[in-house]
């Protein structure tokens, strides 16, 4: 790339704000991608200029981002493009000059640390927003150790790791060998309000309601979601009481569960509504809301369905959903892939309509606890220890 095309990419260069770069794959729906979107948009543009670099520029997110902020496109060409994207991060780098730089999920983590190895000057202050041991992840997929080399390695690179709970926090510390002091806890941030209005959008359901409970779940339909034991837990339900179940969004399981749906003779009451620009308005319909993943970071969805004012069912998956929910007060926790008790949390709310009642409005109450107003503060508030810090030292050094 040639220097003039990259200065017109990066546009005039701002002074008196804090730069941010912060790097993603991409912006498909996805919880770190919304963290991410949500943060830009909500940071100061008084006190901080934002860019967004991604690898491709593709993803449902695109659209909502605002005007004011810049989206770079590295142009990732195929999957053994790891050098090209770090030698034009870089590029990007050097002629942004950017403060902070923010890395979302691993491969992006270990593509910006490959590229401040090769920096001539000293690199931006590095921090890692991991949302889960990604570890598990590449249990599930190919090149499974050159992966968890490059995650071990990557993660010692960074100056900070902010990861979304206690519990993987931890988690990370240990399996990744971090200082306790190098990583950051901060909840994930939900657009409270956002999130209310869509709800109230008119919802067209794939078969007449007539008092029938709906059951609702979404995410990406991967196996660490356990959809596949929510739908095992649906069929003893199911046996019980006409009842249907929404699942919504879009991913590399969806024909194995729709196998499983085939095979139970479940085809009429178990919908795949597939990606949902606006998942939120089926909630608003919904009885129940269910999260039955194995593991997690935090588990975004489930504050958002709280938001909408529905009872919730969570695993006790590790990690996240024990720090949201407490158990029979704001929702009902269940073992993790642990078809009865899923059931019978099911059933149990369809059948007591002031439990239903009672941890709707308790669950709309602890939702607020996570706005994305709060949350965001948090991080300016990091981002204005770092810059504070680095500049005491720079003063030090000079005197």
């Not at 050098?83 to 491969?107: E, G, H």
């Not at 995650?151 to 990370?172: E, F, P, Q, R």
């Not at 794939?206 to 739908?231: A, Q, S, W």
Request: proline content about 4%.
């Amino acid at each position: 790339m040639k220097k003039a095309s990259i200065t017109g990419i990066i546009g005039d260069k701002m002074e008196g704000r804090i730069k941010l770069l912060f790097v993603l794959p991409s912006l498909v729906t996805g919880g770190a991608e919304k963290v991410a979107l949500n943060i830009a948009k909500f940071l100061k543009r008084e006190k901080f200029l934002v860019k967004i670099c991604l690898f491709e520029k593709k993803g449902e997110l695109l659209g909502e981002v605002p005007k004011y902020i810049e989206v770079l496109n590295l142009k990732k060409r195929n999957r053994w493009s790891f050098p090209f994207l770090s030698f034009r991060i870089r590029k990007i780098m050097k002629y942004f000059q950017p403060d902070i730089i923010v890395s979302w999920l691993w491969y992006a983590t270990s593509v910006v640390a490959i590229a401040n190895m090769f920096q001539r000057r000293k690199p931006p202050f590095f921090i890692a927003y991991e949302p889960h041991n990604h570890k598990k992840d590449v249990l599930y997929e190919p090149f499974t150790s050159l992966k968890s080399f490059l995650i071990n390695y990557s993660h010692k690179m960074t100056d900070l790791v902010i990861t979304v709970s206690h519990g993987a926090a931890k988690d990370i510390s240990r399996s990744y060998n971090l200082r306790h002091n190098s990583v950051k806890v901060i909840y994930n941030p939900i657009d409270i309000h956002s999130i209310q209005r869509l709800a109230k959008e008119k919802v067209t359901l794939p078969f007449p309601k007539r008092g029938i409970p709906i059951i609702v779940t979404f995410g990406r339909l991967i196996k660490r979601k356990g959809f596949d034991y929510l739908i095992k837990a649906f069929h003893i339900v199911r046996k019980e009481t006409p009842c249907k179940l929404l699942i919504i969004g879009e991913g590399e399981e969806r024909t194995n569960l729709e196998q499983l749906v085939k095979g139970l003779k479940m085809e009429g009451d178990i919908i795949f509504l597939g990606y949902q620009s606006n998942p939120y308005k089926f909630l608003s319909s919904a009885d129940v809301f269910v999260f039955s993943s194995l593991w997690e970071g935090f588990g975004n969805v489930i504050v958002e369905a709280m938001a909408c004012g529905v009872p919730v069912i969570a695993t006790r998956c590790p990690y996240g959903p024990d720090e949201i929910i407490t158990h029979g007060e704001n929702g009902l926790l269940v073992s993790v892939g642990d078809v009865k008790a899923i059931a019978e949390a099911i059933l149990r709310l369809l059948r007591e309509q002031t439990l239903r009642k009672r941890l709707s409005e308790a669950a709309k109450r602890r939702a607020y606890d996570f706005r994305v107003e709060e949350m965001v503060a948090e991080y300016e508030r990091t981002f204005f220890e770092i810059v504070r810090y680095h500049n005491n030292e720079k003063c030090l050094r000079q005197s």
